[in-house]
């Protein structure tokens, strides 16, 4: 390993705790355990060895733990370690962002893609597997857009938890989306076909709001405008312009035309469906990029590790991580022996 890819020595950071019994004021976590976890080394080489496939293109790999029951999502606290190692990184003519995240928090993706923008000349994403949700926003921000036989993205409808939504079993709001509104009335009126009135649409309203409270149903249009809106910002960042009507087409498309949340888009339907260009890597990108993601999947698939005495109470796992070749930023979610999540920083390594 050369010598700017080799940690530094391992010390230990104070941490703000939160309410947990028995618990010491400041939680101490030593990074060579998370050190231990990342197994930097073979994420390195994998990152240099795609770095000279790429032709002297910078990875920056953002990769986020999706194993349950505590999935990494993007959130803002992302923001500082990105804006950490794009000031250090510089400036650079060519960056390829390595991608897998589920998505997470709506505004957060917009953010990512201004400061990408602001660090590189030239942006490309490769997906090696999935770009889901928020993520998609990302992906499709791209001046390049590189994913594998197994590359997905997703729809970008937002599903929202709100208090005055319907509630299930025991008590928690029951997600909903606008599209499935949408789809609802549209289903009555499909079933009452020629018997429909437009009197008929009063009634439904004024049963449908004895489940979901009106304010409830305008914050689910709130956020399904919103991501319509980070759908357009994002494709108008591309170096090569698209159309108004293409552009009209894709938002549409992402925001509701898959009818599902879940609907898995292949790198053929990026191309049909979206009328987006593809890479398609050549089989030693393609095993690199592999390689790369089984890396970092492995290390999320690890047992949750101990922390130092006198918090053994607790446990320690990775949830993702920003890094380039030198340095990177990773997320300590820090829990409970039974689950239940205590605290989740950003540490950095280098």
């Not at 490769?126 to 499709?140: D, E, F, W």
């Not at 990775?318 to 039974?338: E, M, R, S, T, Y």
Request: hydrophobic share 40%.
């Amino acid at each position: 390993m050369s010598k700017k890819h080799q940690a530094t020595r391992p010390h230990s950071q104070s941490l703000p705790s939160a309410a947990v019994k028995g618990m010491t004021t400041h939680l101490q976590i030593n990074t060579n355990t998370l050190v231990g976890l990342l197994d930097l080394g073979p994420a390195r080489s994998l990152i240099d060895s795609i770095e000279q496939k790429r032709q002297g293109s910078r990875l920056l790999c953002i990769v986020y733990n999706d194993r349950g029951p505590l999935p990494a999502m993007l959130t803002p606290s992302a923001l500082n370690p990105l804006a950490a190692i794009l000031s250090r990184t510089g400036k650079m003519s060519s960056l390829d962002v390595f991608l897998r995240s589920t998505g997470g928090i709506t505004e957060v993706p917009w953010r990512i893609v201004t400061l990408l923008r602001e660090f590189s000349d030239r942006l490309s994403i490769i997906v090696p597997s999935i770009a889901l949700s928020g993520a998609t926003h990302l992906a499709i921000a791209g001046d390049e857009l590189i994913m594998t036989p197994f590359s997905v993205l997703g729809s970008v409808d937002p599903t929202r938890n709100h208090s005055l939504l319907p509630k299930d079993a025991i008590g928690k709001p029951i997600p909903t989306s606008v599209e499935d509104l949408k789809h609802c009335i549209k289903f009555i009126r499909e079933q009452l076909e020629e018997s429909y009135q437009e009197q008929d649409l009063a009634l439904i309203i004024s049963e449908l709001f004895k489940y979901i409270n009106p304010l409830a149903i305008g914050a689910l249009e709130q956020s399904y405008n919103l991501s319509k809106l980070i759908t357009r910002k994002c494709l108008t960042t591309r170096k090569e312009p698209l159309t108004e009507e293409k552009i009209n087409k894709i938002v549409d498309q992402l925001a509701g035309g898959y009818f599902s949340h879940s609907f898995l888009i292949s790198r053929a339907e990026v191309e049909k469906d979206l009328g987006l260009p593809v890479t398609r890597p050549d089989a030693e990108l393609t095993e690199l990029i592999s390689r790369l993601e089984n890396h970092y999947v492995e290390r999320f698939g690890k047992e949750p590790q101990p922390l130092p005495a006198p918090n053994s109470q607790l446990l320690v796992r990775l949830g993702g991580v920003i890094q380039v070749a030198d340095n990177g930023w990773a997320i300590a979610q820090i829990i409970k022996q039974d689950g239940q999540p205590v605290v989740d920083p950003w540490i950095p390594f280098s």
